[in-house]
């Protein structure tokens, strides 16, 4: 089992910065990707940024310039710094996890952190 433990959210004016933190723990065995994913109300969950093992970064086209994925490894955290926010990107936020646990070394599995809520309102 992996545990996933996200901070940060909060209410900030348009324009403003936040930083998501994603803290993995539990029975990792080696991870393959992180990443952020947001769902909006009404809207389906979508991608946000991911990052790789190997340190490849996929964002999305509305994070392109504004937010910036990163990962610190002895850590096992996440974070995801959002600047210039927009009320477009009120949502909750989830960390995903990918890899495989001591219990499933043959096959990839993934985790879900429980979301944090971020509201960009003046």
């Known amino acids: 089992q992996v545990q996933l433990v996200e901070s940060g959210g909060g209410l900030v004016q348009p324009g403003g910065s936040l930083r998501l933190s994603c803290a993995a723990s539990?029975?990792?065995?080696?991870?393959?990707?992180m990443g952020w994913y947001r769902q909006a109300p009404g809207k389906e969950r979508e991608l946000v940024a991911t990052i790789t093992s190997a340190g490849s970064i996929n964002y999305a086209d509305s994070a392109k310039g504004r937010f910036t994925i990163s990962r610190d490894n002895a850590k096992n955290t996440l974070y995801l710094q959002m600047d210039s926010l927009k009320p477009e990107d009120t949502a909750v936020y989830y960390c995903n996890w990918k890899g495989r646990t001591y219990s499933s070394i043959s096959w990839l599995t993934d985790y879900w952190g429980q979301g944090t809520r971020v509201t960009v309102s003046s």
């Open positions: 539990g029975s990792i065995f080696s991870f393959n990707a």
